[in-house]
């Protein structure tokens, strides 16, 4: 008998360890999606600021090439939005491999693939692995060149080869601004009284041609995309109203995207819940100025915006594509968190692409997207939804 209590004591010993290692893997989780706890751990960042109006905050460094982290519509308590790559910050190799840090809002230029991609040299395979990054996108640290409480403006002039072997010669300026409430309730279309809590920002990029000779189609051109890495759970779903009606989506990685998306009344919704790798893109002929995702889980609705006339042309960032300027203007990257195959990706992405143009000496071309975390009870949010997105958020498929 006593070896048997014995033993019992050993299993509810063992069970009770198990249990405080998964309690304490949680509190890890849930401090990492809080602001404050994000913030601490980007003290080693050079020029991190904090831009704040109200209980909204954003983290930003500009000589991390204008960069917002995170952000919290809560102040310190709140959480932690955007997806960080804290390995690279952990190994302090955060400042030689810029691009692939994430944040929020951060700044790439397009092409990805293709004749002109700006992610492979010429000449050579283009595959996942043969990605290059180039120099002064994963190193060149930007300058403050104005700041005020609620904005901060950067620019650095950058060098960018194509897989032509073209070189370009740019200037890059990024004005990264918080948004106090006023400005959000007129954007949002929502009475000053209404029970939120809601972080807005934006990202303007000017991309300049600083060389003495004009861009030309022949020779590849640029476009400024514009990624912001959120931090994503197992419900969320991002919401697309289409211009017009879409026959049929690109997806990026495979035929198992196909089970992850539907099209509902001229409407996209996408499952962006980091369980398998995936990515999409809407063309120009189909796109509106609007985006959205929804978790009911976190009461969370997210809007995000940018600017878009269709007046220009859309550089293809689709693998082994042979139409350099039939691209898109909307991608939407959905990670995945899988062990087995070395993927801790807990996030999707909202994107969008300039479109470009044959600048001249001096000219240049402008983006902006702005982005808004608003947390509420689900009548607010739904109300949101419908005003902005034309969506009701009790109508999202189930898929």
């Given at each position: 008998?006593?070896?048997?209590?014995?033993?019992?004591?050993?299993?509810?010993?063992?069970?009770?360890?198990?249990?405080?290692?998964?309690?304490?893997?949680?509190?890890?989780?849930?401090?990492?999606?809080n602001?404050g706890?994000?913030?601490?751990?980007?003290?080693?960042?050079?020029?991190?600021?904090?831009?704040q109006?109200?209980?909204s905050?954003?983290?930003?460094?500009?000589?991390?090439?204008?960069?917002?982290?995170?952000?919290?519509?809560?102040?310190?308590?709140?959480?932690?939005?955007?997806?960080?790559?804290?390995?690279?910050?952990?190994?302090?190799?955060?400042?030689?491999?810029?691009?692939?840090?994430?944040?929020?809002?951060?700044?790439?230029?397009?092409?990805?693939?293709?004749?002109?991609?700006?992610?492979?040299?010429?000449?050579?395979?283009?595959?996942?692995?043969?990605?290059?990054?180039?120099?002064?996108?994963?190193?060149?640290?930007?300058?403050?060149?104005?700041?005020?409480?609620?904005?901060?403006?950067?620019?650095?002039?950058?060098?960018?080869?194509?897989?032509?072997?073209?070189?370009?010669?740019?200037?890059?300026?990024?004005?990264?601004?918080?948004?106090?409430?006023?400005?959000?309730?007129?954007?949002?279309?929502?009475?000053?009284?209404?029970?939120?809590?809601?972080?807005g920002?934006?990202?303007?990029?000017?991309?300049?041609?600083?060389?003495?000779?004009?861009?030309?189609?022949?020779?590849?051109?640029?476009?400024?995309?514009?990624?912001?890495?959120?931090?994503?759970?197992?419900?969320?779903?991002?919401?697309?109203?289409?211009?017009?009606?879409?026959?049929?989506?690109?997806?990026?990685?495979?035929?198992?995207?196909?089970?992850?998306?539907?099209?509902?009344?001229?409407?996209?919704?996408?499952?962006?819940d980091?369980?398998?790798?995936?990515?999409?893109?809407?063309?120009?002929?189909?796109?509106?100025?609007?985006?959205?995702?929804?978790?009911?889980?976190?009461?969370?609705?997210?809007?995000?915006?940018?600017?878009?006339?269709?007046?220009?042309?859309?550089?293809?960032?689709?693998p082994?594509?042979?139409?350099?300027?039939?691209?898109?203007?909307?991608?939407?990257?959905?990670?995945?968190?899988?062990?087995?195959?070395?993927?801790?990706?807990?996030?999707?992405?909202?994107?969008?692409?300039?479109?470009?143009?044959?600048?001249?000496?001096?000219?240049?071309?402008?983006?902006?997207?702005?982005?808004?975390?608003i947390?509420?009870?689900?009548?607010?949010?739904?109300?949101?939804?419908?005003?902005?997105?034309g969506?009701?958020?009790?109508?999202?498929?189930?898929?």
């Amino acid at each position: 008998m006593d070896i048997l209590q014995s033993g019992k004591n050993t299993v509810r010993v063992l069970l009770f360890i198990l249990l405080m290692i998964l309690v304490m893997n949680c509190k890890e989780n849930i401090k990492e999606r809080n602001f404050g706890e994000a913030l601490e751990k980007l003290q080693t960042i050079e020029g991190l600021e904090v831009l704040q109006s109200g209980e909204s905050m954003i983290a930003v460094s500009g000589k991390y090439q204008g960069r917002i982290f995170t952000s919290s519509s809560n102040g310190l308590e709140g959480k932690s939005y955007g997806w960080i790559n804290w390995d690279l910050i952990t190994d302090k190799k955060d400042q030689i491999t810029m691009a692939r840090l994430g944040g929020e809002s951060r700044v790439w230029f397009g092409p990805e693939y293709g004749k002109f991609a700006t992610f492979f040299e010429q000449n050579k395979r283009q595959e996942g692995e043969d990605i290059k990054v180039q120099e002064d996108l994963n190193s060149k640290q930007f300058k403050k060149v104005s700041s005020s409480k609620k904005s901060i403006t950067y620019q650095a002039d950058l060098q960018i080869v194509n897989a032509n072997n073209y070189l370009f010669k740019i200037n890059t300026k990024r004005k990264i601004s918080i948004l106090d409430r006023k400005t959000i309730n007129t954007d949002l279309k929502i009475s000053s009284d209404i029970d939120i809590s809601v972080v807005g920002f934006s990202a303007e990029t000017w991309l300049k041609n600083i060389d003495s000779i004009q861009w030309t189609k022949d020779k590849g051109l640029l476009s400024i995309w514009e990624i912001g890495s959120i931090l994503t759970s197992v419900d969320t779903k991002v919401i697309i109203p289409l211009e017009k009606p879409l026959d049929s989506l690109k997806t990026y990685f495979g035929t198992k995207e196909k089970t992850r998306y539907q099209i509902k009344n001229n409407t996209l919704f996408y499952k962006s819940d980091a369980q398998l790798l995936g990515k999409i893109g809407i063309p120009p002929e189909n796109t509106k100025n609007i985006m959205g995702s929804y978790s009911r889980k976190n009461n969370l609705l997210t809007i995000v915006t940018f600017n878009f006339k269709n007046d220009g042309d859309y550089l293809n960032c689709f693998p082994k594509n042979t139409a350099p300027y039939d691209g898109d203007v909307i991608n939407i990257f959905n990670g995945e968190v899988n062990k087995s195959l070395g993927y801790n990706w807990p996030f999707y992405e909202f994107e969008s692409l300039s479109s470009s143009k044959e600048l001249k000496p001096q000219e240049e071309i402008y983006h902006k997207q702005t982005t808004y975390h608003i947390e509420a009870d689900f009548v607010e949010l739904n109300l949101i939804s419908k005003k902005l997105l034309g969506i009701d958020l009790n109508e999202i498929p189930v898929f």
